[in-house]
T-cell receptor, first 111, second 112 residues
């Protein structure tokens, strides 16, 4: 089976940096994805990690440690529009490549 | 922009009716998924397919069924809708390897 844990809610200030953590336990790991989802909308892809280390993409970075079953998403220079849910998802190994999501972290950015 | 489409966007239907939610993608992706999501809650995988004529149940039990006769099409059917089926249904697809999944805009279903 698999278990993916994220904090339920976080609050941060505009212009600041926030780190959203994700821990996972899964039988078979083939990559970790981060998605952003605004209320009432579909999730949109942010980042992908399959090897250990940091992936940077503009204001967003994502880190993975496979041995610890741990990832984080780092958001810099927060903007009001970054208020959304951030979903951690794990892809399983094998031909099926099932994509399983955590419960998501709702981030509120305040002025 | 992702080429994956769901119809209808919104559906209000009476109890006992049969409904089919449509999902199509033009990216040639092998893998397709159906997720169920209640407002403010997590995405639950209810069905997935890794190719034509291959479908499997997801981690959340669902009374719905799916079919995958063509690569681009992955419809979801409820034979007899009930109020407990009220939810948002999101379809997604992905290619091979480490490619990300792209989501459709979702179908918000209300059963009255």
């Amino acid at each position: 089976g698999q278990n993916i844990d994220q904090p339920t809610e976080m609050t941060a200030t505009e212009g600041a940096i926030v780190q959203i953590n994700c821990t996972y336990q899964t039988s078979g790991f083939n990559g970790l994805f981060w998605y952003q989802q605004h209320a009432g909308e579909a999730p949109t892809f942010l980042s992908y990690n399959v090897l250990d280390g940091l992936e940077e993409k503009g204001r967003f970075s994502s880190f993975l440690s496979r041995s610890k079953g741990y990832s984080y998403l780092l958001l810099k220079e927060l903007q009001m529009k970054d208020s959304a849910s951030y979903l951690c998802a794990v892809r399983k190994t094998g031909n099926t490549g099932k994509l399983i999501f955590g419960q998501g972290t709702t981030l509120q950015v305040k002025p | 922009e992702a080429d994956i489409y769901q119809t209808p966007r919104y559906l209000v239907i009476g109890t006992g009716k049969k409904i089919t939610l449509e999902c199509s993608q033009t990216m040639g992706h092998d893998k397709m998924y159906w997720y169920q999501q209640d407002p403010g809650m997590e995405l639950h995988l209810i069905h997935y397919s890794y190719g034509v004529n291959s479908t499997e149940k997801g981690d959340l039990s669902s009374e719905s069924t799916v079919s995958r006769i063509r690569t681009e099409h992955f419809p979801l059917t409820l034979e007899s809708a009930r109020p407990s089926h009220t939810s948002q249904y999101l379809c997604a697809s992905s290619g091979g390897g480490g490619t990300e999944a792209f989501f459709g805009q979702g179908t918000r279903l209300t059963v009255v």
